[in-house]
Each structure stands twice: as C-alpha cells, then as structure tokens.
C-alpha cells in the first residue's frame, strides 16, 4: 500500500480493507456462527438500501393421502382434467430484499510532519484498528439484532438460584425440540451466569456434565453448548442468547475507503463510509431464544 499515487490526489483502499475486516470479523466477532461464521461484504457498493436477495417461497407443502385409482381420474371422463396424483400446486419463488439497516465511518488524518512512522505503515496500521473497531460496533448490533429477532423468551426470575436456572434450561430444552430444530444448539451466556451453572451441583460429573471447573469452562449444559461472552453485549435484563447456527447473515457494503490529499496538513485524509444490516428468515427466528430477568413464566412462555 505505497503512498506514491502518481500525483493522484485519491487512493482506494477498500479491496484491503475489506479483507481486514473479513479476517478480524472471523477471530473477533461474538456472534459470527450465528451468522455462518463470516460476513458478507462488498466495496464500491452502489445500492443505497438492498444489499442482495433472498429466494424465498410461502407455498405450504402438501402431501396426498393416496395415489387415486379411479377409472375416471386420469382416464375415462377425466382425461385431460384430472391427476391421479392430487391437487397440482405451483410453486413460485419471491425476490426478498436483505435491506442496509445502518451505517458506519471514520475519518483521520496522517500528517506526514507528525506521524512519527513510516507512511505506508501509519496507513496500514490504522486500517487495521479501524477494522477492529468495526467489528466491535458489530457486536453491539448484532445483539441488539438476535433480541429483536427471538422467537422464544424465557423469563427467569433470578440466576442465583440453582433450581430456577435448571428449571430454564429444561424449558428451552423442550422448546427447541418441539420446534424440530435441528443442529447444535449454542448458548451464549454472561459471565454471571456462566459461573452459576459452573458452580452449580447440576454439573457435577455425576450427573453426566461435560464440565471442567477448574478451568473454568463448560462445554455442554443440558445439550446446549455454553459460551461465556461479555455482559456489555446483552441488552438489559437479557442474560443469555440460544440459538441453532447459521440461521442469519450479517452484511456490510463499503462505499468508500481512501486516502486524499490534504491542504490542510502536509498528508492524507483516511476515510471510510459504509452500510451494514443483518438478515433473518422469518421461519428461523423461532430457532432463536433469550432467557431474560423477570417473573417466572415456566415452560411454556
């Protein structure tokens, strides 16, 4: 990423950019296995509002009761006007738009008098940072996503006791299968409650728990697989998030990111500007649950 632009007074840097952030999202991102893993990104992106499309289709699917032998059905009086397969439906498949929800950008300067640095790394250096930055602005608001999205909420009234946290669990337990989820089912959790089931006489070996406490880790809690995450990316009261992966997609579109020529200062301005949103099938958000603080509302809230 040389700074020599041929006396051009702009240079592009969104291709690099997007692979940074491509790389960080992967390594750093609290929620990326809800979203398969990756995000989804573009530069010079031109779309103001879709970011792509989704085939979808809400013709119900319908299974006969028989194969129909009538000799007048398919044949006889019903040639040309009937099937001794049923009922035809025909399905049509809708272009559903995966819409930008926000935006995001920065802007810095890198004067060539102060910097204190080699130019093309001061450069590469703050694209980095501005990546990492990126990502930790997706967290937020893919926690904010997954609690608007939940198609389930269990209340509970407190994670101090043991029972109650026992009691959630088996309810969401028994909700996820009734609702035929297939897949791992993940748990992302505070730290507060985390240490509870930790702590807790329900993960003794004993009782057939896959945990280990003296380091401080669980792998699976009444077949939900417990990832401790930071309790700054809950929404209030919100203590936990479940849910089966890769049911979502997280996007973002990068207009611009460059750096230009500054008569104000002897260097450039770096600047970026972008869209981002999530999408969710709306099939999929019963697969998606959160255990809140609140009055007890049992098994089948």
């Known amino acids: 990423m040389a700074t020599n632009n041929q006396d051009q007074a702009v240079r592009s840097y969104a291709l690099q950019f997007r692979e940074l952030l491509t790389t960080v999202f992967e390594y750093q991102s609290y929620f ?22 989704v085939k979808t289709s809400d013709i119900a699917v319908v299974v006969g009761s028989a194969y129909d032998k009538d000799a007048d059905v398919g044949f006889g009086t019903g040639t040309g006007s009937t099937s001794r397969f049923g009922k035809r439906t025909e399905v049509i498949y809708s272009n559903t738009p995966a819409k930008y929800a926000w935006e995001w950008v920065f802007h810095e300067g890198i004067d060539r008098f102060t910097v204190n640095n ?53 309810a969401l ?77 997280a996007f973002t579109g990068i207009v611009t990111t460059r750096t230009i020529n500054s008569e104000d200062f002897d260097g450039v301005a770096l600047q970026g500007a972008g869209k981002a949103g999530e999408f969710i099938l709306d099939d999929n958000k019963k697969a998606v649950a959160k255990i809140v603080i609140g009055e007890d509302t049992g098994p089948e809230a």
């Open 32 to 53: 990326r296995d809800f979203f398969g893993g990756t995000i989804q990104s573009l530069d010079g992106v031109q779309e103001n509002e879709d970011a792509f499309y």
């Open 118 to 170: 080699d130019f093309d790394s001061a450069i590469a250096d703050r694209l980095d940072l501005q990546s990492q930055a990126l990502t930790e602005k997706f967290n937020n608001k893919h926690s904010s996503f997954i609690s608007t999205v939940a198609g389930k909420t269990q209340k509970v009234a407190d994670i101090e006791t043991e029972a109650k946290i026992l009691a959630a669990f088996n």
């Open 173 to 249: 337990s028994a909700y996820f299968t009734n609702i035929r989820a297939v897949g791992t089912r993940v748990a992302k959790v505070t730290p507060e409650l985390y240490n509870a089931i930790i702590d807790s006489k329900y993960t003794v070996r004993e009782k057939g728990s896959t945990a280990n406490i003296d380091s401080n880790e669980i792998v699976k809690f009444k077949g939900f697989v417990i990832e401790e995450t930071p309790a700054d990316l809950f929404q209030k009261d919100e203590v936990a998030y479940i849910y089966v992966p890769n049911i979502a997609r």
